[in-house]
Antibody, heavy 120, light 107 residues
């Protein structure tokens, strides 16, 4: 069974930093791209970032480029999102997500989400 | 960036009725489009990928159609558990983008 478990969310002041983690199980982690998708309270979904299976390719939304860094440790089956220079508008539930097989280019499996609140 | 525009914003229907949701892309995404369902307090659930393929375990009452810039999600006969918010998403190009969502509510 595929499982994705996020952690690391919390309350942080504007300008601060936070690192999110997503521990994966139930599939060959290194074979598949992984992504972060966020959802602001009461609003829609926003794709944040994607990293290839090897970690050699990364992609970012313009809204986070230069502030967030996606990475992965395939030996630990863990995905990360380092968030720096946080702003109020980064407040959201952050989900890690992936797709496998025929759905590998989409978000077929999601974690439960971790809430990041940026506020003074 | 490809902008996805969903309509209507809200659809008020009764159980048993047919729901038709629209997603229009600002430029062609070929068939690289998915539909998700989200209920309050839950992560989104993939329903349809590549415009018309049902994901694993998705009931046959859900169907997707379209290509290029115009796409439709159809729920043939609404069940009580289908009242939720639905999002489309394209994977044709970076950045990946979602539509703003259509809420299907009980009339």
């Amino acid at each position: 069974e595929v499982q994705l478990l996020e952690s690391g969310g919390g309350l942080v002041q504007p300008g601060g930093s936070l690192r999110l983690s997503c521990e994966a199980s139930g599939f060959t982690f290194s074979s598949f791209a992984m992504s972060w998708v966020r959802q602001t309270p009461g609003k829609g979904l926003e794709w944040v970032s994607t990293i290839s299976g090897s970690g050699g390719s990364t992609y970012y939304a313009d809204s986070v480029k230069g502030r967030f860094t996606i990475s992965r440790d395939n030996s630990k089956n863990t995905l990360y999102l380092q968030m720096n220079s946080l702003r109020a508008e980064d407040t959201a539930v952050y989900y890690c997500a992936t797709g496998l097989g025929a759905t590998k280019y989409y978000f077929d499996y999601w974690g439960q989400g971790t809430l990041v609140t940026v506020s003074s | 960036e490809i902008v996805l525009t969903q309509s209507p914003a809200t659809l008020s229907l009764s159980p048993g009725e047919r729901a038709t949701l629209s997603c229009r892309a600002s430029q062609s995404v070929s068939s690289s489009l998915a539909w998700y369902q989200q209920k309050p307090g839950q992560a989104p659930r993939l329903l349809i990928y590549d415009a018309s393929n049902r994901a694993t375990g998705i009931p046959a009452r859900f169907s997707g159609s379209g290509s290029g810039t115009d796409f439709t999600l159809t729920i043939s006969s609404l069940e009580p558990e289908d009242f939720a918010v639905y999002y489309c998403q394209q994977r044709s190009s970076w950045p990946r983008t979602f539509g703003q969502g259509t809420k299907v509510e009980i009339k």
